[in-house]
């Protein structure tokens, strides 16, 4: 069974990207799961860092990027198309050459990050699209284009991660339509958890509004720094703070365990074009909080996996 997960939060820098990333590469590439990356932020982050600047720019020369699926609806036109544009086995710890993937028989057990890469010109579908409301011809309505043309390939993946954009414009709404489930990464400082309450309500006035079964897995710690006042008062005040934000929705936003620490190995994976010889030299293997920098991304997964499988599945 497919599990669609959407990382959210109104707040830029958050490492929504990098710990949709670290997840994506420790769920395929020590879980030997098939894992799809829906890149849904114009920064191109998830993009970049996965499949680097040089497969990114021939994606968008040929107009398969995810913009562009957006532009079909603008135009009317169908040059997007979603098969052609998944890029097979990503991350540079992705030791299958494509022209391999695409011999092996469709069962093959074996962990591979694919990707639907974003692109710049998001910016400008997310501009353009302001207005939708008022307009009617389309022949997709506009809120569910990443249901009708993507959707129907995520049968193919254990898991799709959709990384989105900091706000919850159509774009985002759009992923959380296909989601069955959100997690909210934040930094525990006051900027970065400011938002997590208008999350809530505003997600939680979508799945009325559209009957989704979406669903809050709950909200991850990124970047921890256990030497810093701040983020341990943050880290202390949240289940305070989630509670109320919760409040009015009927559901749990639980913290998850692991908390992820600020380390340099984390921001440097971000760089497609470092060579690594393997995840914990990708994800680090220096001490921080008792334990070796890369077992907070296996601890991450493990717990995401945990928490998924003991979801019951709800009616909407
Ligand atoms: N655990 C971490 N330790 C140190 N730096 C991190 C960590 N996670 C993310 N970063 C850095 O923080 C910045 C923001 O992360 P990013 O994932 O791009 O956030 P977002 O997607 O929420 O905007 C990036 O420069 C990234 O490399
Ligand atoms: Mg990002």
């Not at 079909?72 to 391999?100: C, M, Q, W, Y």
């Not at 990384?163 to 997690?183: A, K, M, W």
């Amino acid at each position: 069974m497919t599990r669609v997960l959407s990382f959210i939060n109104l707040k830029g820098g958050v490492a929504k990207t990098t710990t949709a990333v670290q997840l994506a590469d420790t769920l395929a590439f020590m879980g030997q799961k098939h894992v799809l990356v829906l890149d849904l932020d114009p920064q191109t982050n998830a993009t970049l860092a996965l499949i680097g600047e040089d497969r990114w720019a021939r994606a968008d020369e040929e107009g398969q990027t995810l913009a562009h699926l957006f532009l079909d609806l603008l135009h009317g036109t169908r040059r997007f198309d979603a098969g052609t544009a998944i890029v097979k086995g990503a991350s540079n710890l992705n030791r299958v050459p494509p022209e391999v993937i695409a011999q092996l028989p469709s069962g093959s057990r074996y962990g591979r990050v694919d990707v639907l890469p974003s692109s710049i010109r998001l910016i400008d579908v997310q501009d353009r699209m302001q207005d939708i409301s008022a307009r009617t011809h389309y022949s997709v309505s506009p809120m569910d284009v990443v249901r009708q043309r993507l959707a129907p390939l995520f049968g193919q993946y254990d898991y799709v991660l959709i990384d989105c954009p900091p706000n919850l414009g159509f774009i985002t709404q759009n992923g959380l339509e296909v989601s069955d489930h959100y997690l909210i990464p934040t930094i525990p400082d006051r900027l970065s958890t400011y938002g997590i309450g208008q999350i809530a309500a505003r997600v939680g006035e979508l799945r009325r509004a559209r009957h989704l079964k979406l669903r809050c897995l709950g909200v991850v710690i990124t970047k921890y720094q256990g030497t810093s006042t701040q983020h341990r008062q943050g880290l202390a005040r949240l289940p305070g703070d989630l509670h109320r934000a919760f409040a009015d929705t009927g559901e749990d936003a639980p913290i998850l365990r692991t908390v992820m620490p600020q380390t340099n190995a984390s921001a440097e994976a971000m760089s497609h074009e470092r060579a690594v010889a393997s995840y914990r030299d990708k994800y680090g293997s220096g001490q921080v909080g008792g334990q070796a920098a890369y077992k907070y991304g296996l601890d991450l997964a493990d717990e995401v996996e945990a928490l998924l499988a003991a979801a019951a599945p709800v009616a909407p």
